[in-house]
């Protein structure tokens, strides 16, 4: 059987406290995937900024 609770406010901030610190954890998560996901995406479609050098001496 379990010990009656003799600090119901320490219980209360340990609660707090890792559901804090769960939700936090999670929020990293989230923001790290995010930035994973859209490196990869940068890499499966490359900036289409420079010109083809091959197209200035096709339409001349």
Known sequence: M???LSDPLGT???????LGTAAGLALI????EREYSADQNSL????????D???D???G
């Open 29 to 32: 998560g989230t923001l790290a």
């Open 2 to 4: 379990r010990p009656a």
């Open 44 to 51: 499966a479609h490359p900036s289409l900024n420079l010109a």
């Open 57 to 59: 001496d096709a339409a």
């Open 12 to 18: 209360a901030l340990a609660w707090v406290w890792a």
């Open 53 to 55: 050098p091959g197209l």
